[in-house]
């Protein structure tokens, strides 16, 4: 069974702060997708990573891939009130196709004005 | 653009009783996928569903059943409701080569 270990569970910052989200698994995902809920409403995919060691930036989010395709980090520059929400890593394993994501516990974002 | 479109948004019912849950998918996406996610928890897979066949089958009781239709709509049949039944039902989308999930508002169902 592939598991996310997804840390921290919960974070609390100031407006202003910078913040890394880690996702770990021992195993390899064929592609790796970060979302964020809202409570009562469905995730909304933020981005999808698939080439180890792939950077991308949305903004002020920088999402990486790891080199072996294991892990994957979020990090927010500068938080805003409104980045706050739950932000959930999800992989895909490595058979690709038609494959359930396997989702990490999330991580709570608050960012205090 | 078109998102994923599910009804009804908010169902109660009483235990034992049955519900259908619709999921109209993103037109051209030919994958669609049922998550139930409980409050403070993570999405959990129920079923998935490719071209019209069960493609993949998580965590769903026996007492629910899914199938996807020629329209690649897909229905979710829940029976003998239980009380922990109650939660967020999801579900997703997909049509593109990394299987790029994209989720609908959800349907919230209350058993009483």
Redesign the interface.
């Known amino acids: 069974t592939q598991l996310l270990e997804q840390s921290p569970q919960f974070l609390s910052i100031q407006e202003g702060e910078n913040l890394t989200v880690y996702c770990n698994s021992s195993s390899v995902f064929s592609s790796l997708q970060w979302y964020r809920q809202e409570p009562g409403e469905g995730p909304v995919l933020l981005v999808t990573v698939v080439t180890g060691g792939e950077v991308k930036k949305l903004k002020r989010l920088t999402f990486q891939f790891g080199d072996a395709r294991k892990d994957s980090s979020l990090h927010i520059t500068a938080a805003q009130t409104g980045d706050t929400g739950l932000y959930l890593c999800a992989g895909v394993g490595v058979k690709g196709g038609s494959e359930k994501l396997v989702f990490g516990k999330g991580t709570k974002l608050t960012v205090n004005p | 653009a078109a998102g ?1 479109i599910q009804s009804p948004r908010h169902l109660i019912k009483e235990k034992r009783e049955t519900a259908t849950l619709k999921c109209y998918p993103i037109p051209r996406h030919d ?1 669609v ?1 049922w998550y139930q996610q409980g409050p403070g ?5 129920l079923i ?1 569903f ?1 071209e019209k066949m069960q ?2 089958k ?1 965590s769903i009781p026996d007492r629910f059943s899914a199938q996807q239709f020629s329209d690649y709509h897909s229905e979710l049949n829940m029976s003998s409701l239980e009380l922990g039944d109650s939660a ?1 039902y ?1 579900c ?1 989308s ?1 049509g593109g080569a ?9 349907t ?1 169902l209350t058993v009483l």
């Not at chain 2, 928890?41 to 897979?45: A, E, G, K, M």
């Not at chain 2, 990394?98 to 959800?106: L, M, R, S, T």
């Open positions: 994923v994958t996928y928890q993570d999405p959990q897979f998935s490719y493609s993949d998580g967020l999801f997703a997909s990394y299987n790029e999930q994209f989720f609908g508002p959800g919230r």
